[in-house]
């Protein structure tokens, strides 16, 4: 679940994803200021658009919001104020986490990619990596899947040249960090660092 809000940018309207979907796969149902987004394949729900948002909370931001049990509360609220029956759940557990290269091979299909087997303390997660740097032994930052890179990109399964990756080794730059060197390669961790702790910045 992500949840963003920029007034200035797309006006006083709070968009709740819930699961990415195809936009031709969609469909939509709209009761007082909120309209729930469907997927037409499925039938689940992805997503939620509310309108004239600041009369609910005085929503503040300008992209993704921390979503917490308060902001969930404040969600189901609304959601229930226009008449939907429908209670939204998230995933309150962080989402970039320091990882412990357990395993790199080669990409069987590609000459630059790695296959990496990452610890991140309660799974190992296969993430495919592009970067030169990385290695077997390495501590790096995961962002997993449902994390909101400083971009705006939302971390979602992948399969890369016919490999599933459930995530991304970052980089300082991927991060947004302070002085992050512009050369290619994964931001590597010092020992001091707990695998699976999360990782702020």
Not at 22 to 40: L, W
Not at 161 to 169: D, L
Not at 170 to 197: F, H, M, T
């Amino acid at each position: 679940m992500n949840v963003f809000y920029n007034r200035e940018g797309v006006g006083d309207v709070l968009l709740v994803s819930l699961k990415p979907v195809a936009d031709e796969e969609r469909t939509f149902v709209r009761q007082g200021d909120v309209v729930r987004i469907i997927s037409e394949r499925s039938g689940e729900t992805v997503g939620y658009n509310i309108f004239s948002a600041s009369l609910y909370y005085p929503f503040s931001g300008n992209g993704p919001l921390e979503v917490n049990e308060e902001l969930v509360g404040v969600i189901n609220d609304i959601l229930a104020k226009n008449g939907f029956d429908e209670r939204i759940e998230a995933d309150l557990s962080p989402k970039f986490v320091v990882g412990y290269v357990k395993e790199k091979m080669k990409h069987p299909n590609a000459d630059k990619l790695s296959v990496c087997q990452v610890d991140v303390g309660d799974e190992v997660l296969q993430i495919v990596c592009g970067a030169p740097n990385v290695a077997e032994g390495q501590k790096v930052v995961v962002a997993k899947i449902g994390a909101v890179m400083p971009s705006g990109l939302v971390i979602q399964e992948s399969e890369l040249r016919g490999v599933a990756s459930r995530g991304m080794i970052c980089s300082a730059r991927e991060l947004g960090l302070p002085n992050a060197p512009q050369e290619k390669g994964i931001l590597v961790l010092s020992d001091e660092y707990e695998v699976g702790q999360p990782f702020v910045f």
